[in-house]
């Protein structure tokens, strides 16, 4: 029997007719009908190749189809596919292991889940049965999943259409440098975003919070790096008020900062850490819910009112210990932190070449453009329609949040491949957003 191959039109028509697409008007969806990847490129139904640089969803951190992923996952398709999730298997415990070596401190323990929103989830109810307490804290330049509990969590636009969802979450401002809700600039900062969590916890009542929950380094709500300080005040803050600290690691982790996990720049070990997407850089779905020790032998004698059909799943675990094996074996955090510096002072250039680019951001190979039409008052320019538009003729596919550009490449890049990928968004930002200059 041969199977027949469909053309790009195909393939586009028949996921649009019968599928749905994440956060879009689907009339308006515009897909690109991938047929092949490898590395840091893929390429569409046409034959037309594309540099990779937003790894997908800012997941795809090893690259594309990698063999010793690849065979993994073969391999243990042929031994064992599926078990029930109160069954043990090696892969499931030595996974577990290997997580409590890679991450920081005295975090041991882990809870698997399917993706990041899943592991946000799950931690609510750990924290809160821990704890006894009710209500937790979260930013609003936030992504924490779109489930009930982690769209409750989030704090960007795309919790409101969906409100009501789990109570007792309080929000709070964010350390965005370039935009201070405070009206500080970085030379007269006050560290007026971190006296700020503490003045919401005394309105909202220490002993009523659960958690404080942050993304390591703030994802695609615009890549905002904290400052140096920021991450061990909070620490020092939630242990003046026993509340738990909460580390979502889910797109900042993995070697995407330079270190295993983003708080790890700041020598910070929270209570917990979730992480989902770069564990296995989304060859097979998979997230993590991982706890202290202390956390961990609570549950010893207690139930733990916690359960996935999926949780420990063999195929996701086999792909998660190869995916750390490629980390370790490829040098691939390594390379963040070499290439990520070649990349920082190549968007410095960039931004003082292109007079439409009012900041760049980036920690490793986790990097952004901030595009504006006046420098002076940071006007955004919004939507990116054009520039996307050259970008993808030109073959380059990325990801961009209103004004935000991303520059969020596989690990495995090379600073020649990056300056091919960097040209084309100069070209980009020439012909369109450069002219736009007020």
């Not at 393939?11 to 749905?20: D, H, M, Q, W």
């Not at 919070?209 to 905002?224: D, H, K, R």
């Not at 919004?382 to 996307?388: A, E, F, I, N």
């Amino acid at each position: 029997m041969t199977t027949k191959h469909l053309t790009f039109q195909e393939i586009v028509s028949l996921n649009r007719e019968y599928t749905f697409f994440s956060w879009s008007v689907q009339s308006q969806a515009n897909p690109i009908p991938m047929v092949k990847a490898e590395g840091i490129f893929f390429w569409d139904a046409d034959g037309k190749r594309y540099l990779d640089f937003s790894s997908q969803l800012m997941n795809m951190n090893i690259g594309h189809q990698h063999p010793k992923v690849v065979k993994a996952i073969q391999e243990q398709a042929a031994k064992l596919c599926f078990v029930h999730p109160g069954n043990a298997t090696d892969v499931r415990g030595r996974l577990g292991k290997k997580l409590s070596e890679v991450t920081p401190g005295h975090l041991k323990k882990t809870f698997f889940t399917l993706g990041g929103a899943e592991a946000n989830e799950n931690a609510v109810k750990i924290a809160r049965a821990y704890t006894g307490r009710f209500k937790l804290m979260a930013r609003y330049r936030s992504y924490h999943g779109a489930t009930h509990g982690a769209i409750a969590l989030t704090g960007d636009y795309r919790r409101l259409p969906v409100e009501p969802a789990m109570p007792g979450v309080v929000h709070f401002l964010d350390p965005y440098c370039y935009r201070c809700p405070f009206g500080w600039t970085k030379e007269a900062c006050h560290r007026e975003c971190i006296k700020h969590v503490e003045e919401v916890i005394g309105y909202e009542g220490p002993d009523k919070i659960v958690a404080i929950i942050m993304e390591g380094v703030t994802g695609s709500n615009g890549l905002l790096v904290p400052p140096e300080d920021y991450w061990p005040r909070i620490r020092e803050i939630c242990d003046k008020y026993s509340i738990l600290l909460i580390a979502d690691e889910v797109m900042s982790g993995w070697g995407r900062t330079g270190k295993w996990f983003g708080v790890d720049n700041w020598n910070t070990v929270p209570d917990m850490i979730t992480t989902a997407k770069g564990i296995t850089s989304g060859y097979v779905p998979l997230g993590a819910c991982i706890v202290s020790d202390k956390i961990a032998d609570y549950f010893e004698d207690k139930m733990l009112w916690a359960g996935l059909t999926y949780n420990g799943h063999p195929l996701a675990c086999a792909a998660a210990l190869a995916t750390i094996e490629v980390y370790e074996e490829d040098k691939l955090i390594e390379n963040a932190v070499k290439v990520g510096k070649y990349l920082g002072q190549r968007l410095e250039e960039i931004k003082a070449k292109h007079p439409s680019v009012g900041d760049a951001r980036y920690i490793g190979l986790f990097s952004a453009l901030e595009i504006v039409k006046n420098r002076a008052t940071k006007e955004p320019i919004d939507p990116l329609t054009d520039v996307q538009k050259v970008l993808r003729a030109n073959g380059l596919f990325t990801f961009n949040f209103h004004n935000i550009l991303f520059v969020v490449p596989p690990l495995c890049i090379t600073e020649a491949q990056l300056d091919e990928g960097l040209a084309i968004i100069e070209k980009a930002l020439a012909e369109t957003t450069d002219k736009m200059i007020e």
